[in-house]
């Protein structure tokens, strides 16, 4: 028996939210499990209570996210209540939980949430965390892990570190899509970043005009979301739950006119 899972990039402020509901009212059934990073889904930048259940509700099974996830107080109660959201593991004394097992039709299944440390908070070190994670832990059947991390070569080694442990390694946080999907060692899914789920036109989810402004001035502006069709990405996953190895991992893309 095959598990068909989902896995969103970052979830970028209202036109991510948006995009994503039109692709599950879609394709909601095409999979068993859902999963999306949603660091990004509440105006660009972090995400609150309302709008992690609005995304919960569309039919993603569990939230993972990042490095933007603390950016509304709100969310750290909800975290500590809602194991269907969960942070980066290697956070130090942090609310709320780095991994969640879910309840799939067919089987269950082990998230974990990490983050890198390349070009970023210096926080703990991610490897040892899930090393020590998944020794302590004991779960048997399909982990998926979602590392935000800036450096593809932080990506690469933490995909080499879980192979033959992990089902899949999949990357988020720089909001661009690689073309790097592929199965390590015949067993662990990997892609070095799924990508973004947002405006298309656009620097990251931004306005591009605003972002160009900062660049070409270096003087502080306010960025704003951008206008105008949406994008999905987002990688396909198919684990054998005989040996919970993934035996395929493609990738998603949609465009939406708006
Ligand atoms: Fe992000
Ligand atoms: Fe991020």
Redesign the pocket.
């Known amino acids: 028996m095959t598990l068909n899972v989902l896995f969103l990039g970052?979830i970028v402020g209202r036109p991510g939210r948006r995009a994503v509901a039109l692709f599950l009212e879609q394709n909601r059934e095409d999979f068993d499990l859902i999963i999306a990073?949603a660091?990004?889904a509440s105006g660009g930048l972090g995400l609150t209570p309302k709008n992690a259940r609005q995304l919960k509700n569309l039919g993603i099974d569990v939230l993972t996210s990042?490095n933007?996830i603390w950016k509304y107080r709100e969310i750290y109660d909800f975290l500590d209540t809602h194991t269907w959201l969960i942070r980066p593991l290697n956070y130090p004394n942090a609310p709320g939980q780095g991994y969640t097992i879910v309840n799939t039709p067919k089987s269950r299944a082990l998230i974990i949430s990490l983050q890198g440390r390349t070009y970023m908070e210096p926080i703990d070190c991610p490897f040892q965390c899930v090393d020590n994670l998944l020794k302590n832990l004991d779960f048997n059947g399909p982990i998926l892990v979602d590392f935000h991390a800036e450096a593809s070569s932080e990506k690469r080694a933490m995909g080499v570190f879980l192979t033959k442990r992990a089902s899949a390694v999949l990357g988020?946080?720089t909001?661009i899509q690689t073309n790097d999907a592929q199965i390590l060692d015949d067993f662990t899914g990997y892609i070095a970043d799924a990508g973004m789920c947002g405006p298309k036109d656009s620097v990251l989810g931004m306005n591009k005009e605003i972002v160009l402004e900062r660049f070409l001035f270096k003087r502080p502006v306010k960025f704003k979301l951008a206008d105008g069709p949406l994008q999905i990405n987002g990688v396909r996953v198919k684990i054998d739950l005989s040996s919970n190895r993934c035996v395929d991992i493609s990738t998603v893309q949609r465009i939406f006119s708006k």
């Open positions: 970052d990073n660091e990004n990042g933007h988020t946080h909001h």
